[in-house]
């Protein structure tokens, strides 16, 4: 949610691909690709963010600390960033969801969303589980 210069995200992005394929990912096994180069992660986001109301992002905690560090003037990117993580997990239907416990308020929201969303257009989302982890 903080600009970046492109070159070191540039950089972040293959830094983060080789943690991954060190942690022992295995590509023959597992689809790896980078989430900004699928639009359908900001389009779903901007869909559910039509969905959400702004109170309920405001009382997220990691909003509240967050826009505190950022001397009170957080960003839209800033609150509406649980809305893309729902996005995230709801774009590919996923049912459990490995968190911890900072982000269970954050899966909390999804779930909510995927209600919301099943009430008003029919089944379509499965409502996800956190699987929690230390």
């Not at 970046?4 to 394929?21: F, G, S």
């Not at 689809?31 to 900001?42: G, K, W, Y």
């Not at 509406?80 to 729902?86: E, I, K, R, S």
């Amino acid at each position: 949610t903080m600009p970046k210069e492109p070159a070191v995200l540039r950089q972040n992005i293959l830094d983060t691909t080789a943690a991954i394929l060190a942690c022992g990912i295995d590509p023959k096994k597992c689809f790896l690709f980078r989430q900004s180069l699928v639009p359908e992660h900001a389009e779903l986001a901007w869909i559910l963010g039509c969905l959400t109301n702004v109170p309920r992002l405001l009382r997220l905690p990691q909003w509240k600390m967050k826009r505190a560090s950022q001397s009170n003037e957080g960003t839209v990117g800033l609150l509406t960033y649980p809305v893309l993580q729902a996005a995230d997990i709801l774009l590919y239907k996923s049912t459990h969801v490995p968190v911890g416990e900072d982000q269970v308020l954050h899966l909390e929201l999804a779930q909510d969303i995927a209600q919301h969303f099943n009430k008003k257009y029919g089944e379509f989302f499965p409502v996800p589980k956190a699987i929690l982890s230390k």
